[in-house]
């Protein structure tokens, strides 16, 4: 047996160690005389801790990935620079994106900041912008953890997928299907993906079993009536009468010219199976109704009349998310919460689109290009996009608080991390003195926000150099702050989201990132 890693076991090694001793191995003394120091030493039993986690608890986990789409800059946030540190730092604050001093807010007992921006209008849209980021960050630093990163690209599809893969760090696994694999075997739809651009791409690995791969959600809200073949169609036949028509089409189809000629094919086995035991495993479950967020109102949408009802909990989501309907973020959230809860998958995509979003009542819920008009004005959308996200996660982490897991005490929360994936950063130059109407451009430079009771809270892997305002590196075992390291680290974010929800990594090829796990 070799050591890796500077003298620590790797996981397999160290579960083949203790399998061995559970035998009675003859061979153990010896094995345990040459790698006694790497089984002691803390990080080696920390990561045993985790090996243990993730193979002896069964129960599911769930990941919920925010596609903050056009680069959400997290100097504009959690990691804000003030000026008058940029200026004793020797750089000049006011051609750098730094705030005023009063802006930038203390979190007591944290490392963390908190923006605070009035602006009299959102870009060139005469919406006025009053934020204040101190409320949430409060709330949730504690289950609050910020890894800073240097991406590989400022396209912005490329980035979004990358953000998801690590980079191909994995197999060109998504971080959506490895969370599937490992706790969505079972489940009707394990990786449900209502997200835009890159974020809703699939990862490359082609072995995986097809369950892991995303189920592209268009539309949130009225997606739920499509999961039953029958079900809200009038004078339709017995369902045993339209069971025994599915039959005879598909042993139809599979004797026609077409069938014979791609049975093997890959792409019919899988449609196959979707409208066969697929179709029939949606169907028997009543998802048609549980996710069904619509209410019963006739004569405009008389669901009864069609033998339709909604879920137990509709009411309660469209008083949390009053504009589902118009909000594509705010529906989102809402079947996020019923995917959850009703056990239907084990990682949701959301997120925004580059589309302007208006309510009925004219309210602007999303700007043209989401984060990606501050190429027209970084200030007001940055502190507007991180609003927006911050309420739509606060609300969705007080339903899966409020909803008990099971009956151990724990709650969907306690089991769920929140990852805000982003492409890239912006630029950090501004014009001289600057504070609304500037523009920035695309910057590989930025972090990630993440949110969880499993992560380390309340901590920032790497920071910020406030002469420059970039972020700096650090080690993804320990957790120690690297300056001056600026080197890509998209496995490392990948493997820390992975470690922190007890995926099983053996043989990944990943790097050891047990500073993201809470211990």
């Known amino acids: 047996m070799s050591l890796r890693n500077n003298g620590r076991l790797s996981r397999r090694e160290i579960l083949k160690a203790l399998s061995m001793c559970a035998a009675g191995s003859a061979t153990l003394g010896p094995l345990l005389t040459g790698c006694r120091d790497a089984l002691s030493s803390p990080a080696a039993l920390e990561q045993l801790g985790g090996v243990r986690q993730a193979r002896l608890d069964g129960k599911p986990r769930f990941l919920i990935v925010v596609g903050a789409v056009g680069g959400a800059s997290i100097i504009d946030s959690m990691l804000a620079v003030r000026g008058s540190e940029t200026t004793r730092a020797g750089g000049n604050a006011a051609r750098l994106n730094t705030f005023a001093d009063a802006q930038v807010q203390n979190v007591d007992g944290s490392p963390f900041r908190a923006v605070k921006v009035d602006s009299p209008q959102l870009g060139n849209i005469p919406v006025p912008v009053k934020t204040d980021q101190l409320p949430f960050v409060k709330k949730y630093k504690d289950s609050m953890l910020v890894a800073t990163s240097v991406g590989t690209s400022v396209n912005h599809v490329i980035a979004q ?261 982003t492409e890239f950063g912006r630029t950090r130059s501004r014009p001289e003195g600057a504070t609304e109407m500037f523009g920035t451009g695309h910057d590989l430079n930025n972090g990630f926000m993440i949110l969880s009771p499993m992560v380390r809270g309340n901590t920032v892997l790497g920071g910020v150099e406030p002469k420059t305002t970039l972020t700096y590196g650090f080690d993804p075992r320990t957790g120690a702050p690297e300056p001056g390291k600026m080197t890509s680290n998209e496995a490392d974010i990948f493997s820390g989201i992975l470690t922190a929800m007890g995926v099983d990594t053996s043989g990944s090829g990943l790097p050891d990132a047990s500073a993201f796990r809470r211990t």
């Open 161 to 421: 997928k990358r953000s998801l893969t690590g980079n191909n760090a994995w197999r060109g696994r998504t971080l959506q299907e490895c969370v599937a694999l490992q706790y969505g075997a079972g489940l009707p739809l394990p990786n449900v993906n209502m997200g835009n651009g890159g974020f809703v791409e699939r990862g490359t690995d082609d072995s995986l079993p097809a369950y892991c791969y995303g189920e592209v959600v268009a539309n949130p809200s009225l997606w739920p009536l499509g999961l039953d073949g029958m079900k809200g169609l009038k004078d339709v036949p017995s369902r045993d009468v339209v069971a025994l028509a599915r039959s005879t089409r598909n042993t139809l189809d599979a004797q026609s010219v077409f069938g014979r000629t791609f049975d093997d094919a890959e792409a019919l086995r899988l449609w196959n199976e979707q409208r066969t035991s697929g179709q029939s495993a949606l169907e028997v479950q009543e998802l048609i109704s549980r996710l069904n967020v619509l209410p019963d109102q006739p004569p405009k949408m008389p669901l009864s009349e069609y033998g339709l009802s909604s879920s137990p909990d509709a009411e309660r989501l469209r008083e949390v998310f009053p504009d589902y309907m118009s909000d594509p973020v705010e529906g989102q959230a809402a079947l996020a919460f019923l995917l959850i809860k009703n056990r239907v998958s084990v990682s949701v995509t959301l997120g925004p689109s580059f589309n302007m979003v208006t309510t009925p009542s004219y309210k602007v819920t999303n700007p043209p290009l989401a984060y990606d008009f501050s190429h027209n004005d970084h200030r007001s959308i940055q502190a507007f996009m991180w609003s927006r996200l911050m309420d739509t996660i606060d609300k969705l982490i007080g339903l899966l608080k409020s909803e008990p897991f099971d009956s151990s005490g724990e709650s969907l929360w306690d089991r769920s991390l929140i990852y805000m994936a």
